[in-house]
């Protein structure tokens, strides 16, 4: 039995956001549960006490007017001796200990919608790979990673609330999948983190500011170190709006104030955050990248090295298949390339997809020899789809053992998607289908392609065969080709979950059109080819004598040794000495 990657469900979407609620509570509220943790005024602090922005409010005369706003923050080990910052501490202490239930409750339900519209947006919305299984996992252990990283620098460290790399993970999403997942997930990261700063409204839209604006910069995603860039320019957002909130949320913007704390300046704190966040994101993108379930570049640089040993046993065993898998890695890397898809990807996958023709070479017509009998001149026909189904099958099972990464096993199980294999399906009917099959027995045992890679190498496996019998091999003939094949599969819904736009469609017609044209390209022919043709005297080859040349040439080489005097070809005495010494050394 096949074996594909696991597509999450709605009811793996409400495990995985309980589970994610239930920890990012305990996070929130770690300090609460336990006492000792607790700020009291005139002893020393524990942890470090961050309070948003509160104004303080005097009655005179009946009138209750502001006087000023302070936003209270105590360091881990400072003693507490200002009267109204004693009040506001031992206020809040009060509130929150010892927890109450609803209090948790109201806060484990709002974790539990970030974490369920989150899941929700990576099933539903975020083209093919969100809603993988492994996907999902990973993307929520960095993200409780980046959460608990925030709570322990807010509690342990007395420095700028915004100095969190949120964009870090904004990026990390926006190289693995696209731009509206990362909105979403830096939306629910901000909102997150910002809940562990007592929900800090300013703090919150700086997080915004710094997760959002980086995705807009990045766009060749084979580059890592365009992260650096795109991190800058979201501390420099994130500063602004930092700025411009603290006019609305306060009432006033100090520059100067901001500048003489710089530790402690949420400002500055912003404007570090973009590089902090560039730096995070290139420096951990090797492990954010296996976290997601990926293959780094090195490994399918690795892969590629046509000496592999899989790839010389199919070269092999199955030669007629492994030219077939070299020419479509030429079309398929072309046309990744094209839409901005992972190109080297693509290569590897187009390398590996066919293994499983090894077991019965012979089956496939690529790999007879002119003139060989095909086996399944024997069978019936649902025999010989059932041998021609099991490659894809055999080939994930012999890729899996060989340790090849599940992103490039996942081209052996979707280059066929479910398609019915229509040939021996239109036999067994033909022959009225005296075994009662279905259609069903006729469908490979795959799954649809999931990434826009896996798809690309499905249309190039038809178009690459279906080139070859493109007489004479004209550009209009090539394009009628190759948009009959991608509307097929488009009929049969193959390229549903791929998220392949209209747009990469249409590039990728374009691109592989031209390719086909360029290799299958014209030549001059020959003169001894015309000359052949017409029955004419072929002419010498370049380079190498003619019979007549040869034969001429000995007879003047005999008539100049016979011309010679004896005297002039006997070797004189120090001529004999010198080639005796010679043989001697």
């Known amino acids: 039995m096949l074996r594909t990657r696991v597509i999450a469900g ?23 549960f336990v006492e000792p943790l607790r700020v009291v005024p005139g002893e020393p602090a524990p942890v470090t006490l961050r309070l948003a922005p509160t104004r303080i409010h005097a009655t005179e005369d009946g009138q209750v007017r502001p006087i000023r706003m302070i936003a209270p923050r105590v360091a881990r080990g400072e003693i507490v001796e200002d009267p109204v910052t004693a009040a506001l501490v031992t206020s809040y202490e009060d509130a929150r200990r010892p927890p109450r239930a609803d209090e948790i409750i109201g806060l484990f339900a709002v974790y539990f919608f970030l974490g369920l519209l989150a899941a929700t947006w990576l099933r539903m919305l975020s083209p093919g790979r969100g ?38 993970l904004s990026l990390w999403v926006r190289v693995y999948l696209d731009r509206r997942t990362a909105f979403m997930i830096a939306l629910v990261a901000s909102c997150v983190v910002a809940s562990m700063a007592d929900f800090d409204p300013i703090a919150a839209v700086v997080f915004l500011a710094c997760g959002m604006s980086p995705v807009l910069l990045v766009r060749d995603r084979k580059k890592t170190w365009t992260m650096l860039p795109a991190g800058v320019a979201g501390g420099i957002a994130g500063a602004a709006l930092f ?41 951990f993108h090797p492990l954010s990248w296996r976290a997601l379930g990926a293959v780094s570049r090195q490994r399918l640089l690795e892969l590629s090295d046509l000496d592999q040993p899989l790839l010389r046993k199919m070269a092999k065993e199955a030669p007629g298949s492994w030219e077939h898998a070299r020419a479509m890695a030429n079309l398929a890397e072309a046309a990744a390339n094209a839409i901005g898809g992972d190109a080297l990807l ?14 019965q070479p012979k089956l496939f017509v690529e790999n007879l ?22 490659h894809v099958v055999e080939g994930t099972n012999i890729l899996r053992r060989g340790g090849v990464p599940e992103p490039v096993v996942e081209f052996a199980y979707t280059h066929h998607g479910t398609s019915v294999i229509e040939f021996f399906w239109h036999k067994t009917l033909e022959a009225g289908n005296p075994k009662g099959r279905d259609e069903s027995f006729f469908r490979y045992p795959g799954m649809r392609p999931r990434t826009k890679e896996t798809a690309i190498l499905m249309l190039v496996d038809s178009i690459e065969a279906a080139s070859r019998t493109i007489d004479p091999p004209e550009r209009d003939k090539f394009e009628e ?28 017609t374009t691109q592989l059109v031209d390719t086909l044209c360029n290799v299958h390209h014209s030549r001059i022919r020959y003169p001894w080819q015309d000359r052949k043709d017409k029955g004419e005297k072929q002419l010498p080859i370049p380079g190498a004598a003619t019979e007549e040349e040869v034969v001429r040439a000995r007879a003047e080489a005999e008539e100049r040794e016979a011309d010679t005097p004896e005297s002039e070809t006997r070797p004189t005495d120090n001529a004999s000495e010198d080639h005796d010494d010679h043989d001697h050394h």
């Open 10 to 32: 709605w009811t793996s979407s409400i495990v995985l956001a309980l589970v994610f609620a239930t920890l990012v509570t305990m996070f929130a509220r770690i300090e609460v």
């Open 131 to 168: 809603a993988l299984m492994r996907t999902q996992l990973g993307l929520l252990g960095i993200t409780l990673l980046l959460v608990s990283y925030a709570k322990l620098y807010f509690l342990l460290t007395d420095a700028a609330t915004t100095l969190v790399p949120i964009g870090a």
């Open 243 to 283: 700025a411009a909130a603290r006019v609305l949320f306060v009432g006033e913007f100090d520059l100067d104030a901001e500048l003489a704390q710089p530790l402690r300046s949420d400002f500055l704190g912003a404007l570090a955050s973009g590089p902090l966040a560039g730096i995070v994101a290139v420096g």
């Open 346 to 359: 693509t290569r590897v996958g187009a390398y590996y997809h066919d293994l499983g023709k090894t077991i």
């Open 369 to 390: 020899t002119r003139g060989e009998q095909t086996p399944h001149a024997q069978y019936e026909p649902d025999v010989s789809a059932d041998a021609i189904m099991a």
């Open 481 to 508: 080709m190759v948009q009959r094949i991608v509307f097929v599969k488009l009929r049969q819904g193959q390229l549903d979950e791929s998220g392949l736009t209209l747009a990469d469609l249409r590039t990728l």
